[in-house]
């Protein structure tokens, strides 16, 4: 399978890591990690899609192997999305089916509004579209640990002290039931953890953890948007994915004619967690997309 690796230079400064994967004449598919500060590894799974049509993955600004550059004041909305469309031009990808995962569906949602050129399709896998939503959600789900989990989680909370070792632990707990419930962690998503660990974009967008957010993207919320997303549309979640099946509705109920699969088996990576599968669900959605006419 013909594989490219190069750098993307950013016009304001910084390099981009991008990896194109695949040959085929179909539509090329352009991923969104999520984070924000993941980097690309964790989606590999996806590269096997790569038979049919050409597989861009990349590192946002700030993980992985971009650049990371120690300026917390570019770590806003704002920068992802022109570097999305640095990232199109500088791969020349005039025709495109857009895949974020995560808050790389935020991205996507924020990107689509804009009215791009050239976007085949869209896919949100384990998103949302109000972070006051998820908010919600995630208090509800955390309602639901064993009492002494609640109860390490909200003394440490109230001190401040994220990175004690029972805190953690207590966190862990709650990743491993709405986060990736698989029994070993897949090399793939260790090196995303590892690109999390005390990540600066993270810290600035989202908060300490997936249970506090305190970023700047606390308030984001585009529901009374979703109305404007008019190509193609597929929504995943999986049935115990902390961006839950609830965020997905809202999704689903905004964006007209979208489609909406739950994977009954997994959590926030059902790309992970049910492959097989999921590959199936996605391949399928690009192919039907192919035929219609791209706006």
């Not at 690796?5 to 695949?22: A, D, F, K, P, S």
């Not at 999305?84 to 791969?91: D, I, K, Q, Y």
Request: aromatic share 8%; proline share 6%.
């Amino acid at each position: 399978m013909h594989s490219e690796e190069g750098y993307i230079h950013l016009q304001n400064g910084g390099r981009l890591w991008y990896r194109r994967l695949g040959s085929g004449t179909a539509v090329p598919l352009l991923t969104l990690h999520g984070g924000p500060g993941s980097g690309y590894d964790y989606l590999e799974p996806l590269e096997k899609l790569a038979k049919d049509r050409p597989v861009i993955l990349y590192d946002q600004l700030g993980c992985g192997k971009s650049d990371r550059p120690d300026d917390r004041s570019l770590w806003r909305l704002g920068h992802f999305l022109r570097e999305l469309v640095e990232v199109r031009s500088a791969l020349g990808l005039q025709e495109v089916h857009l895949f974020g995962q995560s808050w790389g569906g935020m991205l996507a949602i924020e990107y689509m509004l804009t009215q791009p050129q050239g976007v085949a399709s869209l896919i949100l896998a384990d998103s949302c579209a109000s972070m006051p939503q998820l908010k919600k959600e995630i208090k509800r789900l955390r309602s639901q640990l064993p009492e002494k989990i609640i109860a390490t989680l909200e003394h440490f909370e109230a001190t401040g002290d994220f990175r004690n070792p029972e805190y953690r632990e207590a966190v862990g707990q709650f990743y491993k039931r709405h986060v990736c419930r698989l029994s070993a962690m897949p090399d793939c998503l260790r090196r995303s953890a590892e690109n999390l660990r005390n990540n600066p974009v993270y810290q600035t967008m989202n908060g300490p953890n997936e249970l506090v957010i305190t970023g700047n993207l606390k308030e984001w919320d585009r529901t009374d948007q979703l109305a404007k997303l008019s190509v193609p549309t597929l929504i995943l979640a999986g049935r115990y994915d902390e961006i839950t099946p609830a965020c997905s509705e809202t999704l689903h109920q905004g964006i007209a004619d979208s489609q909406i699969v739950i994977f009954e088996e997994s959590s926030h990576l059902p790309h992970i967690e049910e492959e097989e599968k999921y590959l199936h669900v996605v391949s399928g959605f690009l192919s039907q997309a192919d035929s219609k006419p791209v706006p």
